[in-house]
């Protein structure tokens, strides 16, 4: 499945120089880790012990560290907020909600915040989201750009909302095909957070071109998808969730799935790197990354 994404090991006199890289994208994960550490520790009811270990904060830093270890905390520091952020809702939805009535108020009170309102004193994810939109709202880009971020972020909460109808009514072997599912991909709230790294970047060269990455990280958000799944299919079972392994006939299926989806975003990153080869680099490291990241662990804790 994940043939040719990685390169081979460095050797001889190149492993002390690949070491000293990698223990200084270690060092800006660790930092990373004790930040979210501190803004899970001002919210203790969104973010309960079981299953947000200490292990979880880590790998969100570590994997956003690993993704663009060319930036220090301060660039990173938005984007890892963003990503704990996005565990909160998918924790209140998948787990925590009882009734679609309480999924819409949620929806409706992130929507409202992300527009500049005010969360009310006993809406913690409310009040961890301002935070994420007034630190967005402070860069220049945000003046055009906060729509993007704005769409992205109603897209993310409306796919967790149709997986949990879903789940509702897999009871009565109503499950999605394999391309419904995939087409709901912005559960994984992946897209979301890229847009929050890119403003908060100001970077022209990715601003100019955001819609053809935002179309890119679609493709990859599809992709983690579905390595995500592969890898935590009997965690998904034992928690209730769906998975793309449920909706086919055998591993293989999905398995190819993922060799094609990450055939077209090659093609779909190749003209992104005469445009802002960063960025392309980026998206590319992220489907690197948990192709590694998900032979043996995944980013929850137990319950």
Known sequence: MTAGLTSPPAT???QMALAAEQGRICALAAKGQRDLAERAAAYPDLFPARPFD????????????????????????VTNRAVLWGFAVDWLVDHEARTRDEIDRLTAGCLAVAEGGRPAADDPLGRFLAELHDDLAAVPAYATHGVVWRTELRTMLDAMAREWDWKQAADGGALPTLDEYLANAANLACTVV??????????????????????????????????????????DKRWGDLNALMLVPERADVERQVTDLVAHAREML???????????????????FSS???RSTDFWGVL
Do not use: K
């Open 54 to 77: 200490p292990a979880l904060f880590g790998n969100v830093a570590m994997a956003i560290a690993f993704g663009a270890p060319w930036c220090d905390l301060d660039q990173l520091r």
């Open 194 to 235: 890229n847009v929050v790294h890119w403003i908060h970047s100001d970077d022209p060269a990715t601003l100019a071109h955001l819609d053809a990455l935002v179309a890119a990280s679609d493709q990859v958000q599809r992709i983690l998808r579905l390595v995500n799944d592969l890898a935590t299919y009997e965690r």
């Open 270 to 288: 190749e003209p992104l790197r005469e445009t802002c080869p960063v960025q392309a680099d980026y998206l590319a490291r992220q489907i690197g």
């Open 292 to 294: 590694g990241f998900y």
């Open 12 to 14: 001889g006199g190149d």
